[in-house]
Structures are given as structure tokens and as C-alpha cells.
């Protein structure tokens, strides 16, 4: 969604095709950071869970007044950092609710619902992008009539 956007914005794809590329930087840097940070006895792992979630839901929601490429990279590093954190924490979190005797069976099933929005959410976007795209030029061509 990234590149789309910064194409929509006038920015070359050479450049808007980077964005992943530091999506994936922001990723790594978080799993890193959110896992050492996770391992010392004074965090809270919920917490810290819940606090990169709510951060990538704020950057998500102001992701629109992105426009200029500058932008755009730091948002896409600031949520790629809180989703590592995500990754970095589900596994840890799920093994301290319910213990290392459910484990696997709690990891399959939670990965099992991530799956879920993980394949569809794309699909969902696209066609609300289409939709939207021609209610707009409907209503341009109605306006102009």
C-alpha cells in the first residue's frame, strides 16, 4: 500500500518501491529491540505488546497526511519497528497466558486467526480502493452534467 500511495503523491516508483525495503529494515530493528527489551524482569511484555499496537494504529490512521517522501519513509520505519515488536512479542506473550504446556496448541490457533485478515486484508483494501475510485469518477461525471 505504501508504493501506491507514494505513486499517488508524484513520487517516482524507483523511489516508492524502496518503501518496502525499509519496512522490512524498521521490522528487523524491532524484533530486535522489542526482544531484548522484553527480557528484563521490570517490563511489561502485555504492555509493551498493547503500546506497539496502539502505535501502529496511530501511524496507520495519520498514514493519509502522508505526502512528501521523507514522510512516508518515517512512517514507514516507525511501523515497521512496532510491527516488529508485534512479531518479536506474540510468541513470547502467548507462552506467558497459558503456560508451555498449551503452547503449540494456543500458537496454532492464534496464528490461525492472524492468517485470517493477514490473506484477506489486501483483498478487502483493493476492492475498497476500486469502489471508492469509481464513486468518485461517477460522481464527477454527474457533477459535471
Do not use: W
Request: proline content about 3%; cysteine-free; aromatic content about 12%.
Amino acid at each position: 500500500m505504501q508504493p501506491t500511495h507514494a505513486t499517488s503523491q508524484n513520487i517516482p516508483e524507483s523511489k516508492a518501491s524502496f518503501l518496502i525495503g525499509f519496512l522490512s529494515v524498521g521490522s528487523l530493528l524491532g524484533r530486535l529491540l522489542f526482544g531484548r527489551i522484553s527480557d528484563f524482569d521490570f517490563v511489561n511484555r502485555l504492555y509493551l505488546y498493547q503500546t506497539s499496537l496502539l502505535i501502529m494504529a496511530v501511524t496507520t490512521t495519520l498514514f493519509p497526511l502522508a505526502t512528501t517522501y521523507t514522510v512516508l519513509i518515517l512512517y514507514t520505519l516507525l511501523f515497521g519497528v512496532f510491527d516488529g515488536a508485534f512479531v518479536a512479542l506474540i510468541a513470547v506473550l502467548t507462552t506467558d497466558i497459558v503456560g508451555s504446556d498449551m503452547l503449540p496448541s494456543a500458537l496454532g490457533f492464534l496464528y490461525f486467526v492472524i492468517s485470517v485478515p493477514t490473506m484477506t486484508g489486501s483483498l478487502i483494501a483493493g476492492i475498497y480502493q476500486t469502489v471508492l475510485i469509481r464513486i468518485s469518477s461517477l460522481i464527477g461525471s454527474l457533477s459535471r452534467n
